[in-house]
């Protein structure tokens, strides 16, 4: 059955208009609902719209604050529109593209999209509280000591290695890279502590091939965004980030994490959104002048450059050589904030922030003339990308 | 050692057939019960039919090794008693797609850490062999 591309509905039709974060760290004193609501409530004032005004709510399903308990703090509106994405980090661009798609669709006027976590505390880490017996998906996996995350993804990088000859090096490029744009962001948990290249290769292994530094951080902290009508962003405070394209993304016979299962397990849900959203755009991946890649593991870059279309299958590895990822003078910078690796893991959503201020303009490695900025959420999961503008 | 050890519940439904095959020291894979197509981890419907009929078929128990890891700390206590150790992806010699999730041992009682993981190879061939924890039996893998 040929089907037609569509343009969507909602391309330009809503801007992030708002974005608020609290401090990030280890240990943080306020409640992860006290945290959620001082993000939300900041990005309402960046924004300049009176919490009364909110009248849409998105949330990740792992999220643990209520949209009604967030509403009775911060004093939202009459709510016309709440819903939530699941799939962990692959919810991030989700829930503002779903706010976006609801505002659009006049669902509800002023929407607001949030994560808030407190994740440093080692015994909040999800696989540590697996049950003794498994009758999910994870009886394929745990009882043979695939148990954390970074062991899931650690079985599709080696085997990404021998079929395409990737190599420690490349991961390596991403972990530097990373680290050095977060030493220019003072709100970043690691700018302050530089990474060599022996660093890296000589860091503790966690699950071979990966080490210590190719994973994301453990932080506490919440950020948020407000998503409103283009027309009403060209109004307010600070300049619209338009949501030129969205797609989430979910391919057939996909196991989320432990996609080992299916013919060709390394083309994983980047390339199922990377499709719809490239067909939505009027823009190429040619045209994006910085990217924030999900990034809890430092391969799942590597995949994402693939997937979302900036080189060929078996070229993320290389595509990541010669500072090619790097501000100000790579061919695509990527997560100029740090991202997960560097500046704080809040399961993708300062990626969002980030994609935003460099459209803004207010980047703390900001890229000159960036008029398209991706951003993308958890691959080996169901996805979800956004590709903002600064025009509409 | 293997106190605290992750394991399946055997009164899951969709997959019972296939652990009660591993008492037995059979690796079954869940096939339809209309068109035939294989597939695993087991599900209740066939994505090509439709059909929620099901049987279990029995394999050669070989195959190579796909892929594979070494598990460092942090980790569970029962999984950290015995860290660093391998886990592997295993495709079957005759379905490549049907892969299963296990531990590159030297024998049925081996430790999933006694094999020098430098030695460890993709494609390297495999047989299945069973190990029982506790009231349940995990396949696991030998060279062959």
Redesign the interface.
Known sequence: MARQPSSGLIKNKTAVAGIGQTAFGKGLADTELSLACQAISSALADAGIHPSEVDGVASYTMEPNREVDVARNVGLGEITWFSQVGFGGGAGCGVVGQAAMAVATGQCSVAIAWRARKRAD?TSRPW?Q?Q????D????????????PV?EI???T??YM?EYGGTRDHLANIALAFRKHASRNPASTMGHKPMTRDDYMNA??????LCLFDNCLETDGALAVVVVSAERARDLKQPPAYIHAFAQGLPP?H?TM?N????DPLRGPAWTAARRMWEMADVTPADVKVAQLYDAFSPLIILSLEGYGFCARGDGGPFTDDGNIEWPNGRLPVNTSGGGMSEAYVHGFNLVLEGARQIRGTSTAQVEGADVSLVTSGEGVPTSAILFTKDA | METGWLLPDLSDPTASEFWLGCARGELLVQACGSCGTRRMPPRPMCPRCRSTDVRWEPTSGRGRIWSFIVAHPPLLPAFSAVAPYNAIVVELDEAPTIRFVGNLVTGADGEINEIDPATITIGEPVRVVFHRIDDVTLPRWARS
């Open positions: 080692p540590a697996a003794a017996r498994l009758a998906s994870s009886q394929w996996t745990r009882p043979f000591g695939v148990i954390r062991d650690a079985l599709l080696r085997r021998h503790r292994w966690i699950s071979e091939p016979q196991q432990t080992y299962f299916n013919e």
